[in-house]
């Protein structure tokens, strides 16, 4: 009997679109090398959905909450079904960006000096130079995140990302270039640099327009390319990470700094992942069936 594998997507998340087309991207992918694929998108019933289709194996597509944040994972356990990436503790961990600068620093993984405020302290006076970058704890996507140039609009982006997430992060501004890199199955993939206008990728130019330029491999010399590909590798080892995991970054001359990771990274055709993973020569649907065997690892 054949295996089924379950393509969970969609859900009720901030990211759901982006999750319809990566989740659509990975069945495709799935179904045109031979493994039988069907999708469940887990707004409704998706247990149910999962018992009618007799998905035995579920590859996780979903982005946000309900989805990236450990809790699918934790019900997926306690089902007993095999799934993709990271497990329950990784997934919590990388969903929140407050949280997972804590273990960064404890494990000497360089981040961005920080303030963390949760309810309550909004209002409190900050101590740091402008400009810094405002974001929800856990969120996606770029949503609900600000760049802060001047004291007199810092309130506002406090209360905008708020909206997100009681919990709110306010990091000093990185200079310098935006980089990503893909872990896959423990190994560093090639490094992304990519180039905006204006140096902020945002929500539309993450999934609308697409940056300016992608630069795979990064235009970095051979020694600076090894410290991002480690400090990502270091990174995905610190959070407990399986599977895919794409961890970004800035900075320049050496001083790069770790923004966040993402445990399911985006496989949509402007997605960061497949293009790291194509600059060690792995094309998408290779990909996608390394990303399946990390279902039903023993070690998340
Ligand atoms: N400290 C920072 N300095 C400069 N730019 C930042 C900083 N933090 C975030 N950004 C910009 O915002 C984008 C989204 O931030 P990120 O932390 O990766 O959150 P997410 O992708 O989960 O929304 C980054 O890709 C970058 O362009
Ligand atoms: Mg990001």
Known sequence: ?????????????????????????????????????????????????????????????????????????????????????????????????????????????????????????????????FPVVVKPSREGSTIGISIVREKGTLKKAIRDAARHDPYVLIESFVPGEEYTVGILNGKPLAVVQIVTANGFYDYETKYVTGADEYRVPAPLDPEMTELVRSTGL???????????????????????????????????????????????GIDFQSLVLEMLKTAGEGSK
């Open 234 to 280: 270091e990174t995905s080892h610190a959070l407990r990470c399986s599977g895919a995991v794409r961890v970004d970054l800035r900075g320049q001359d050496g001083n790069f700094k770790v923004l966040e990771v993402n445990t399911i990274p985006g496989m949509t055709p402007t997605s960061l992942l497949p293009k790291s993973a194509q600059g060690m």
């Open 1 to 129: 009997m054949s295996t089924e594998v379950g393509v969970l997507m969609g859900g009720r998340s901030a990211e759901r679109d982006v999750s319809l087309v990566t989740g659509n991207s990975i069945c495709s992918a799935l179904l045109e090398r031979d493994v039988d694929a069907v999708t469940v998108d887990t707004a409704g019933d998706w247990r149910s959905e999962m018992l009618r289709k007799k998905v035995d194996v579920a590859f996780i597509a979903l982005h946000g909450r309900g989805g990236e944040d450990g809790t699918i994972q934790g019900a997926l356990e306690l089902m007993d079904i095999p799934y993709t990436g990271s497990g329950v503790l990784a997934s919590a961990l990388a969903m929140d960006k407050i949280q997972t600068k804590r273990i960064l620093d404890a494990c000497g993984i360089p981040t961005a000096p920080y303030v963390s405020m949760g309810p309550g302290d909004y209002d409190h006076e900050i101590n740091m130079p």
